[in-house]
C-alpha cells in the first residue's frame, strides 16, 4: 500500500515517524513504524481491527511502550493520512500523520 513519512506526537513531542502500510486480499491493512524516540528508534507493529474499507481505518499498535488504537483517514489517492492515537486506557489524543516520503508535508 506504501510507505509514509511524518510525524506523530510522543512524550509532548512531534517526532518523526515513517509508517508502512501493506493491505492483503481482504482488504485488512497492517505495518509497520518506527519513530525517533529521543535520540533511539522505537520499532512497532500495526493491525486493523474488524473489518472496513474505504479512506478511514481504525488498528491498533504495538510497541515497547504497550499497545492502543489508532484511527486514520487517508486522502482519496491515498498518498497520505492524518489520525489520532491513544493507549489502551486512554482517549485517541495525539496526532500521528504521513504522507509520501520525500513529499513536502503541509
Known amino acids: 500500500m506504501g510507505h ?9 513531542k512531534l517526532v518523526d ?3 508502512i502500510f501493506t493491505i492483503d ?3 485488512h491493512i497492517s505495518g509497520t513504524y ?9 520499532v512497532g507493529s500495526l493491525s486493523e481491527i474488524g473489518a472496513s474499507s474505504g479512506v478511514q481505518r481504525r488498528l491498533r499498535w504495538f510497541d515497547k511502550y504497550g499497545m492502543g488504537s489508532l484511527v486514520i483517514r487517508f486522502d482519496r489517492n491515498y498518498r497520505r493520512f492524518e ?5 489502551q486506557d486512554s482517549d485517541l489524543s495525539y496526532t500521528w500523520s504521513g504522507g509520501e516520503c520525500g513529499a513536502p508535508m503541509s
Open 83 to 87: 489520525g489520532l492515537w491513544g493507549t
Open 17 to 19: 515517524v515513517e509508517t
Open 34 to 42: 518506527r519513530f525517533n524516540d529521543d535520540g533511539e528508534t522505537t
Open 4 to 12: 509514509y513519512c511524518g510525524k506523530l506526537l510522543s512524550s509532548g
Open 25 to 27: 486480499r481482504r482488504n
